[in-house]
């Protein structure tokens, strides 16, 4: 299979997710030496979770499938350009590359306008429309403490 075929696949996930009622118009594979080892459509509304959109769901379908959390080597195939989550959970993954079929300004024509959170995270903390209020940092700080000194650590 190529490059098109595997951008056909997720917007075909795009367009079944969408007809089953599963969430928004969008589907998204994780491919690895050719071959498709996590699929994933937009299951905001049918699972009412909102962090279930077409990329992460492929994500977490490929780290199961191939038993590690670190994707490199990975292509991501997604019917839409992914937003601000789903780019931070490619870059996350770190999956190597990207081909997306819609942009973000088509997503915005139908909805799904994701230009104020991208605007929101270039801003300084006290910026932000979203109030954010540290608290009990010395104590939070514990945690990360022993953490440095774990031995046994799993770096990721």
């Known amino acids: ?34 071959r498709v080892v996590g699929e994933g459509v937009n299951r905001v509304t049918s699972s009412n979770d909102p962090t ?9 379908a490929a780290s199961a499938a191939l038993g590690r959390f670190d994707l490199s080597g990975c292509e991501i195939y997604a019917s839409c350009e992914p937003c601000p989550m789903c780019l ?20 915005a024509r139908i909805g799904f306008d994701d230009a104020e959170i ?13 109030p954010m209020v540290r608290l009990l940092s010395a104590e939070a700080r514990a945690s990360f403490d022993e953490w440095e000194r774990k031995p046994d650590k799993v770096r990721y």
């Open 1 to 34: 299979m190529g490059r098109e075929d595997f951008m056909r696949r997720a917007i075909e996930l795009s367009r079944e997710g969408m007809e089953s009622g599963a969430g928004g118009p969008f589907g998204a594979v994780v491919v690895l030496d050719g």
């Open 52 to 60: 279930a959109h077409a990329e992460v769901v492929a994500i977490r």
């Open 88 to 107: 931070a959970a490619v870059y996350w993954a770190r999956i190597d590359r990207v081909y997306y079929g819609n942009a973000r300004g088509d997503a």
């Open 118 to 130: 991208y605007d929101e995270v270039g801003k300084a903390i006290e910026g932000r429309r979203l």
